[in-house]
């Protein structure tokens, strides 16, 4: 199984609201990371866990908090997001840390109005 | 600096015809390469990596690519393309703790 899931497929929220995005793999990975994706533009890093713990924070906005609760799962909160953080939002996850390929969700569609 | 290029920002083919896709890099060592295809609205799939070994490696969907360390290049080809690769296509670069991705290739297959 190289499937990593991620819920839900898209988001509209305002600009007052609390939401959450999760991602979910069960391949034993022990890496997991949040990107984010502009249309046509490749993803851009914004955090990275290794073992449960935050390795890498690309100077991403306080407004986004990432929470790792076990090995399997990694969530995205959201709170007072801004127009201009529109865009696809991609969980990934590798073996390890290090030069692993990695394998993508689907990613949530995200609409900040 | 460490970066991935990729040229052709935008490439038009006909369906059946071959492809090539040039993906360069610049870093000091050989890294570990990789290709992604992303349709629209889609997350990214893996389509071949390459680590050592044989520098023509294989992947799914019949796409092949080659690495060759002189001209820095990981190069994707498929012979005879099909209207549903159609899609942005990235090569990515990985060293040490980083994962690079280049800026993409949009791939358009007329009939």
């Known amino acids: 199984d190289t499937e990593v899931t991620q819920t839900p497929k898209h988001l509209v929220m305002g600009m007052t609201n609390k939401k959450s995005l999760k991602c979910e793999q069960h391949?034993?990975?022990?890496?997991m990371y949040w990107y984010k994706q502009k249309a046509k533009k490749p993803p851009e890093l914004m955090f990275v866990?290794?073992?449960?713990?935050?390795?890498i924070n690309e100077s991403v906005p306080s407004r986004f908090s990432p929470e790792c609760p076990n090995s399997s799962l990694l969530n995205l909160h959201l709170h007072a997001l801004q127009p201009e953080d529109s865009a696809l939002y991609l969980c990934a996850s590798s073996l390890q840390l290090g030069s692993y390929e990695q394998y993508f969700g689907p990613g949530t569609r995200l609409t900040v109005t | 600096a460490q970066s991935v290029t990729q040229p052709d920002i935008h490439i038009t083919v006909s369906e059946g015809a071959s492809l090539e896709l040039r993906c360069n890099y610049s870093y000091g060592a050989t890294p570990y390469l990789f290709w992604y295809v992303q349709s629209p609205g889609q997350g990214l799939q893996l389509l071949l990596k390459y680590f050592s070994g044989d520098t023509l490696v294989q992947g799914i969907k019949g796409f092949e690519a080659e690495f060759k360390r002189s001209q820095s290049s990981f190069n994707l080809r498929k012979p005879s393309v099909h209207w549903s690769d159609a899609a942005e296509y990235f090569c990515a670069v990985a060293t040490g703790n980083q994962f690079y991705f280049g800026t993409g290739t949009s791939l358009t297959v007329i009939p």
């Open positions: 391949m034993g990975h022990r890496a």
């Open positions: 866990y290794s073992y449960e713990k935050l390795s």
